[in-house]
């Protein structure tokens, strides 16, 4: 499982080769950047250990690289490095090597995202965050405070040349005004430029607005912009130039993320394949791109109805054309074009997900090539579980519920007769996220064991349209929650899972809604009984008042769509918080922390560990060093794995074999 967590994301056509980003839990988490020339030629890696390609912007970070031309023939690379934020430059072609070169000041508080390169091909544009401790007001110019952190964004112009690495003041800076910025996009004649901004207390799901603005001097600046689509109530991506004067951008004006055709000066957009479908994904991570013109014109495009396929549209005729790829059934938001040459990440419930590279023809078929390589073996395909997608009766939102069911497999073992297996509600993060079904060596893990697994899409995930979305508005903790004891209850109902012996896990907004339903939910949901016997939270939110002014500023303003505006909405805030709650409903709960988590820091399970000793409710709280949002190294996967199954057969009545027990206070 530790081994076969390499994460591969973003990748991005450079010559004849395909460039990704890797996470490596065997090397602490480092995020490493591979080169493949084919599936016969052995990936390379361009940046040797210790550099880590991880930008920190939003903390989520996202792509952290960027291909360029070189002058020498072939390409460099440009990275944004985790140690120092900085921006740093290092040829990659074997022959060079030679120490990565920075391009961007040591001091400032600077960090770096969403690079492109600019039309005069000198200077890398991108989204510049700067942040500094918060001070007195007034606050300097252009800064806002977020998250307890003086912020501010900008869409900036860092020199190729490194003149910038000893002078801040080199930087030049091309747009500001708005609290976030995305997708910088110059046209292919270079005299406009577009890019996506918002503002709180919008998520750029929420309402966002794409704007462009004419390029003019030398140094090239920015002078006044036009809002060309997007509002506080209409959601729009990736913009993307068809020619000089009209972009291809998405949007979800009619409720789905959809494709359009923009003029820039006058005009109204216009739809290119009107679908209930969506054609993009909610903007976590900054830097991939959802679609991409082919050479022919054509567009590359993702989508489906919590799923996403790869296509072709024709946007002159509407014609829409899913491309086959065997054995992988869904693609995440993230693809590169060149020529007829396109590459994204894909994956199936047998198949983990991969690098792929389709060459497309001129009636929509192409050749496909899997590029990166497993970083461990797979086990035989008769202990991997397959991916059921369900949809289940969701009364408290009055609604269908998705899911997706992965049944216990194994091969060598025969249940005994009548028995059902115990299940667990896999609640996905976000909360505006997506459970997909790929293969995965988590759920594996479990159902290897004779442990089932239920992804569920509550409402509020993304993947089924705005009004699904907006499920959640004002109702976190409700709907989520209701939709995980559907989830659990319906299997149990139809036979397929032991009603005693039900548990939930989630980590992150996962881990809230873990922790919701095992604390406040029955109350808030009018449920008379405990529907779980055991809860896991991996760095879950306990208690929303602190999180709310004591988180990053990308999310300190998401909880007033989710619970209300502070100070209006601080009745709900504790109604609704695991912490203070826990009852005689509450069964035991395991909590995993990353003590360095900026995102939920180690006082949220801190404080839910606090409550549940003093109601004398079994748990145990384990903690690791140097870990942050989301666990990276292979030691830390291995050693909560390993706790979740002890705390498991601690609850449901087993003795895992080869795994210590746990110590349940």
């Known amino acids: 499982m530790a081994k076969g967590a390499v994460a591969v994301s973003y990748p991005s056509i450079a010559g004849v080769e395909v460039w990704w980003q890797e996470r490596r839990p065997s090397e602490g988490g480092r995020t490493a950047i591979v080169a493949s020339a084919g599936p016969g030629a052995e990936p390379r890696e361009l940046l040797p250990a210790p550099w880590n390609a991880r930008n920190r912007v939003h903390e989520y970070g996202g792509k952290s690289y960027l291909a360029v031309p070189s002058m020498a023939g072939g390409f460099d690379l440009v990275f944004a490095n985790f140690a120092d934020q900085r921006l740093y430059a290092v040829g990659a072609a074997e022959a060079e090597g030679g120490d990565p070169v920075p391009l961007t000041p040591a001091e400032g508080g600077f ?3 969403d690079l492109v390169l600019s039309p005069t091909g000198d200077a890398i544009w991108c989204v510049r965050e700067t942040t500094r401790p918060a001070g007195q007001p007034p606050l300097p110019d252009g800064f806002h405070l977020g998250g307890g952190m003086a912020v501010r964004r900008e869409i900036v ?53 794409l704007r462009v603005a004419p390029l003019g001097g030398a140094p090239v600046t920015v002078a006044g912009s036009t809002l060309v689509m997007g509002g506080p109530e209409e959601s729009v991506l990736a913009p993307a130039w068809r020619d000089n004067a009209t972009l291809y951008a998405v949007s979800d004006a009619t409720g789905w993320w959809n494709l359009y055709q923009v003029p820039v000066v006058g005009g109204t957009p216009c739809p290119l394949h009107p679908l209930n479908e969506e054609f993009a994904g909610p903007l976590w991570q900054l830097g991939g791109r959802p679609f991409e013109p082919l050479g022919d014109g054509r567009l590359a495009v993702l989508h489906g109805l919590g799923e996403q396929r ?30 007829s040459t396109i590459t994204t990440v894909a994956g ?22 899997a590029l990166s390589k497993r970083q461990a073996d797979a086990p035989d395909p008769a202990y991997l579980p397959d991916a059921r997608p369900v949809q289940l009766s969701g009364e408290q939102n009055g609604g269908v519920v998705h899911g997706l069911v992965y049944p216990p497999t194994n091969p060598g073992v025969t249940a005994p007769t009548g028995e059902l297996p115990p299940f667990l509600v896999h609640v996905h993060g976000g909360p505006t996220g997506q459970s997909l079904p790929v293969l995965s060596m988590e759920k594996a893990y479990f159902t290897s064991r004779g442990i089932g697994v239920i992804d569920v899409n509550y409402g509020g995930s993304a993947g089924y349209g705005r009004e699904y979305r907006n499920r959640l508005r004002g109702q976190w903790g409700i709907v989520d929650v209701a939709d995980a004891y559907a989830a659990a209850l319906g299997l149990a109902e139809a036979g397929e899972a032991d009603r005693a012996r039900l548990g939930i896990r989630g980590g992150s907004a996962g881990g ?17 009984e405990a529907v779980f016997a ?60 990353g003590l360095d988590d900026p ?17 004398n409710i079994r748990h145990a709280y384990i903690a690791f060093a140097g870990e942050s949002h989301g666990f990276r190294k292979a030691e830390t996967v291995i050693a909560s794995l390993e706790a979740e199954l002890a705390f498991y057969g601690a609850i449901f009545g087993f003795t895992p074999p080869g795994v210590a027990p746990i110590e349940l206070t």
Request: proline residues 8%.
């Open 111 to 113: 960090r770096f995202a």
């Open 599 to 615: 995102v939920v820091p180690p006082s949220q399970s801190e404080a839910i560990a606090a409550d549940l000793a003093a109601h």
């Open 157 to 209: 112009a860092v020199p190729l040349d490194g003149s910038a690495a000893d002078d801040a003041a080199a930087i030049r800076v091309l747009v500001r005004g708005a609290q976030f910025f995305a997708f910088p996009t110059p046209s292919p004649d270079g005299t406009r430029l577009a890019w996506i901004s918002w503002n709180h207390p919008n998520m750029p799901w929420d309402g966002t607005e």
């Open 512 to 528: 809230w809604t873990a922790l919701v339903a095992v604390t406040t939910g029955p109350a808030l949901t009018g449920t008379k």
């Open 348 to 369: 199936g419930p047998r198949t983990p997900w991969g690098v792929l590279r389709i060459t497309v023809g001129g009636t929509g078929g192409g050749a496909v090539e």
């Open 310 to 339: 790869l296509a072709v549209l024709d946007a002159g005729s509407g014609a829409l054309t899913d491309l086959d790829l065997p054995g992988y059934r869904t693609t995440i938001g993230e693809l590169s074009v060149s020529g």
């Open 534 to 593: 055991a809860a896991t939270s991996y760095f879950g939110v306990s208690d929303l008042r602190p999180f709310a002014v004591d988180t990053h500023d990308f999310e300190s303003r998401y909880l007033d769509g989710l619970i209300g505006p502070l100070p209006e909405a601080e009745e709900l805030y504790v109604e609704r918080a695991p912490v203070g709650h826990v009852n005689e409903l509450t069964c035991p709960v395991l909590l995993l922390q």
